[in-house]
């Protein structure tokens, strides 16, 4: 869509921008109101509001009365327009969700990921999204753009992913490219933990926090870091990569060296470990040794203390170095309300410092809708910002 045709491009567009962002958080407005509220001249929003129009992202939604004898239109994003996939790609689950450009959630599947991993992945997240858009009644062209979030590390020269070892054969593998040239439409990939805290700061725990830590504690661990509403990602994309901090475990451990230390001590294996060796059943489940600690069991009790006195140097150490507004914890083991407490209270021991720590209230769904977000971000960014201004934008918290 040529939203700069006869018109100064990025002029235009940043009046568009304005104009988008107003009606997507404010809900339907009048012309009069929506110059009032961005400084735009009556002349130029007439003219923005017709090149929205004919291109289809904005309709008329009704009539609302001023003054005696007044009346005015007022405007509201066409939700119908356009669309955003956003698909949680795991290494026995995979999430697909479609959202429109207002940022509803309009369909939701899920299903086991193909265990021969590589391409046979990209092959199922293609036919999965079809089905689900023809089970939806959506033409396939009125999707924009996807993102996909996957655990490991996403090159940002090739896009190439890395350190993903539970997801077989991906490595080397441009998942972005591969499956935007089959579908037509820009294709984007993003760390999971890192989709996770957008996710969360949308729609979750730590919405309109501008600087946030999530904290990913379960099979694996992660960190994702929001700085100022933009994403830390480091030189090679590796920022975040906190399994390889040095304590926890012997640093200096083949285990350690593979793995990283401190996923070795907290994470599932390890806590399963730390149980069996403390003289508990081999192969408790970390979820069975968490519903014993509830119970007042001894051994899972200290294990869970353990563990958790750790989390909390991760979350002190975290903290020191990024000093975000507030920490969140998630993942299957992260968000657990034992564990949550019981790292606040190791904080309280290695700190001084007040740090708030939330558990996450997106659980699960925490990094497929952060997903979501990324591919809506995309989208507007294509259709209403400048290029050469693009932005991470703001979207409106809606109800699941």
Do not use: Q
């Given at each position: 869509m040529a939203l700069t045709e006869n018109a100064p491009p990025v002029l235009r567009q940043i009046s568009v921008r304005a104009v988008m962002d107003v009606l997507l958080h404010a809900g339907p407005t009048s012309r009069a109101e929506l110059s009032k509220i961005t400084g735009l001249s009556k002349q130029t929003m007439s003219e923005v509001i017709r090149t929205l129009e004919e291109g289809g992202w904005v309709r008329e939604k009704g009539v609302t009365s001023g003054r005696i004898g007044r009346t005015a239109i007022t405007y509201e994003v066409n939700g119908d327009a356009g669309y955003a996939v956003g698909i949680d790609m795991g290494a026995t689950t995979t999430r697909i969700v479609l959202g429109n450009i207002v940022g509803s959630v309009v369909g939701e599947i899920d299903y086991p990921s193909d265990r021969r991993g590589g391409y046979h992945l990209i092959d199922q997240a293609e036919?999965?999204?079809?089905?689900?858009?023809?089970?939806?009644?959506?033409?396939?062209?009125?999707?924009l753009a996807t993102a996909i979030a996957t655990p490991g590390v996403v090159d940002p020269a090739t896009g190439a992913l890395s350190m993903a070892p539970n997801l077989v054969d991906i490595a080397g593998i441009d998942i972005g490219r591969t499956l935007s040239e089959r579908l037509g439409y820009p294709v984007v990939l993003e760390n999971d933990v890192n989709a996770a805290v957008i996710g969360e700061s949308w729609l979750g725990c730590a919405i309109a926090i501008d600087t946030v830590a999530f904290i990913s504690l379960g099979t694996g661990i992660g960190l994702g870091v929001l700085q100022d509403g933009k994403l830390m990602r480091g030189a090679s994309g590796a920022a975040g990569e906190i399994s390889y901090m040095p304590f926890g475990a012997d640093p200096y451990a083949e285990d350690s060296l593979e793995r990283g230390a401190l996923e070795c001590a907290i994470a599932a294996q390890g806590i399963r470990d730390l149980y069996a060796h403390s003289g508990g059943a081999k192969n408790t489940s970390v979820r069975d040794?968490?519903?014993?600690?509830?119970?007042?069991?001894?051994?899972?009790?200290?294990?869970?203390?353990?563990?958790?006195?750790?989390?909390?140097?991760?979350?002190?150490?975290?903290?020191?170095i990024v000093d975000p507004k507030t920490v969140v914890l998630g993942g299957s083991i992260g968000r657990h309300p034992l564990i949550v407490e019981r790292v606040r209270q190791g904080i309280a021991k290695a700190s001084r410092r007040t740090i708030d720590v939330k558990a996450s209230v997106l659980g699960g769904r925490a990094t497929l809708l952060g997903a979501l977000a990324i591919g809506l971000n995309h989208v507007h960014n294509l259709l209403f910002s400048p290029q050469t201004l693009p932005e991470q934008r703001r979207l409106p918290p809606l109800p699941l």
């Open positions: 036919n999965m999204l079809a089905k689900m858009l023809t089970d939806l009644g959506i033409a396939r062209e009125l999707v040794i968490l519903a014993l600690a509830e119970k007042n069991d001894p051994l899972a009790i200290e294990v869970v203390g353990k563990v958790s006195d750790i989390a909390a140097l991760l979350v002190v150490s975290v903290n020191a």
